[in-house]
């Protein structure tokens, strides 16, 4: 059983359709992902908030846009989407801490995934 | 972005073998993980392996970090059936929260 929660499992949406990936923990994690895995491929960064900020963006288009409402939740919104973005968008989790004011992460605690199409 | 590549990027073993998993990477780390994923399914963390430590064990698995030649091996031993599935592993920068992935070996294990 995971401790990160992903809703919707499955998802089917048109080029014109504007939809949300959901994401909650309740692990107390400031460290919150979004990662996109293509089949039979490592699973790619996509987004990175840290203590609710987004830190990391990996160049990703403007057609996904992250949100974080609070430190458990992590949403993903989509809209104008293109058939190759179609794969399995996972989230997933961290506990960080500061060393010499420096973040660093460990493990990380990944949801089931939200299997996305863009037909 | 991939971290750098795994090989073999297949391996089939009988049961009751060894199965060993070689990862490179290419930049400086805080730690590097291995993860397990069952086809398409979410990631499970294995084990973590520290920049300043060189070797590590958790039950059947055994890692080795060399940050030198920046490179991690997973040792599974006395595999089973049920440890077929995709092998990966992943380096966390130093400094940050930045964690990426390597390419993967999917490991079969016949009964």
């Known amino acids: 059983d995971t401790e990160v929660t992903q809703t919707p499992k499955h998802l089917v949406m048109g080029m014109t359709n504007k939809k949300s990936l959901k994401c909650e923990q309740h692990?107390?994690?400031?460290?919150m992902y979004w990662y996109k895995q293509k089949a039979k491929k490592p699973p790619e960064l996509m987004f990175v908030?840290?203590?609710?900020?987004?830190?990391i963006n990996e160049s990703v288009p403007s057609r996904f846009s992250p949100e974080c409402p609070n430190s458990s939740l992590l949403n993903l919104h989509l809209h104008a989407l293109q058939p190759e973005d179609s794969a399995l968008y996972l989230c997933a989790s961290s506990q960080g801490w500061i060393t010499s004011g420096k973040a660093n992460t460990g493990e990380l605690f990944f949801g089931e995934g939200s299997r996305l199409t863009v037909l | 972005s991939q971290q750098g590549e795994e090989d073999p990027q297949a391996l089939s073993i009988q049961e009751g073998e060894n199965a060993t998993m070689n990862c490179s990477y290419k930049t400086s780390i805080n730690n590097l993980q291995w993860y397990r994923q069952n086809s398409g399914r979410g990631l499970v963390h294995l084990i973590l392996?520290?920049?300043?430590?060189r070797e590590k064990h958790s039950g059947r698995l055994r890692v080795t970090l060399d940050t030198s030649k920046k490179s991690s091996s997973l040792l599974i031993t006395a595999s089973r059936a049920a440890d077929t599935a995709s092998y990966f592993c992943?380096?966390?920068?130093?400094?940050?929260?930045?964690?990426?992935f390597g390419a993967g070996t999917r490991l079969f294990v016949k009964a």
């Open positions: 392996i520290r920049s300043n430590e």
């Open positions: 992943a380096t966390a920068a130093v400094g940050g929260f930045k964690t990426i």
């Open positions: 908030y840290s203590y609710e900020k987004l830190s």
């Open positions: 692990m107390g994690h400031r460290a």
